[in-house]
């Protein structure tokens, strides 16, 4: 296996690394990292748990990370990433700012999870600085100074709430590029992020890929084009014959269960996506597909159309299972306030009778964060 710079050639964040991340709001994401560090200085592997990184023994010779997936559609699954592997990743969106100078970011994401860690590896790699925030700090007047200059990676829920305050939107004005990912952004939360004339860069990646492979412009999403944007440098994307997305790009993570080398093959996601003119557009996730009575439900269509209702912030399309059905098509939507019934008013005339949810739970918070699933 070729894992390019190992971690001794690397020098790993010291002292005056972690120094410039004093001003953070969010310690325990701070200190996390910094645990991460300590356990591979003494050589071996991290599992990236949710409370506390754990030291874990792999067959392999080189320290590595080891990340649980989502898990949306069925068990979490462990994806292992080496540094080099996450370096390659860093490097794909450094050939596309075209910056030679160290990036400077802003993390608001679970740090267990590649979409929270990649922001540290970001600033590590360039010789810059990372902070830790709760993204809900990012809409207090007094923590002007936590955007200016970085890069912020948000999910839409995070987004939504932003664009809510006066101060959260002067807060976002003052960072360098916003990336939005993990989840599909409606079009009503897209156009309310350009009225607000805010940097934001669509982006499509999962855990196996450390972070973003597709990119759409800041200047694309201002003149409204829609979808994820295109491959970034060195990422190649096609479509099998379902329609599944296709990837193969250096950096690419292992299975646990199978540590072998990916970096040469093709990774077939499931996600059912087209391509138009070079720009791609994630449509569903094929693993999602509810069956009910014999009719094949797309969740991700049907939290789409919920999204354009006016006062959903947030939504999940599941399903239960049913002695008559099969499967039993249900939605969890925040916040308590949306009015069911002028919801379910609008869903029957907008989709098909199937694809209506036969129960809606409404929840305050239903988070979903880059690369991590839904929690209620």
Known sequence: MNCGRNLIDMKLPDQE???KSANSSDLDSLHYAQNVF????????????????????????????????????????????????????????????NVQRPIDTLNCLPIHHVGGWMQVMRAWFSGGSVLFAD??????????????????????????????????????????????????LSSELAQKARDAKLPIYICYGMTETAGMVTILERKDFTKGVTGVGQPMQGVSIRLDEDNRI?????????????????????????????????YWEVIHRMDRVINTGGEKVIPDSVE???????????????????????????AYITPDSVDKKKLQEFLESSLRSYEIPKEIFTAENLEITEGAGWKR
Request: hydrophobic share 35%.
């Open 17 to 19: 690394f972690w120094g």
């Open 38 to 97: 300590s356990i591979l200085e003494e050589g071996s592997s991290v599992q990236m748990k949710a409370q506390v990184p754990l030291p874990t023994s792999l067959p392999e010779n080189f320290p590595s990370l080891l990340f649980s997936t989502s898990g949306t559609s069925g068990s979490p699954k462990q994806c292992l990433h080496t540094l080099a592997g996450l370096e390659k990743a860093f490097n794909r969106l450094k050939t596309f700012l």
């Open 135 to 184: 993204y809900k700090d990012l809409a207090h007047p007094g923590n002007t100074d936590l955007c200016a200059g970085r890069y912020l990676s948000l999910v839409p829920t995070q987004l939504y709430e932003l664009l809510k305050s006066r101060d959260g939107i002067t807060n976002l004005h003052r960072c360098k590029g916003i990336f939005v990912g993990g989840a599909h």
């Open 246 to 278: 296709c990837l193969k790009c250096p950096g690419l993570g292992f299975s646990a269960k199978n540590s072998s080398s990916a970096n040469q093959d093709w990774f077939v996601t499931s996600d059912v996506g087209n391509e138009d003119n070079g």
């Open 304 to 330: 789409k159309k919920i999204l354009e209702f006016p006062s959903v912030k947030s939504c999940l399309v599941s399903s239960f299972n049913d002695k008559k059905w099969g499967q039993r098509v249900v």
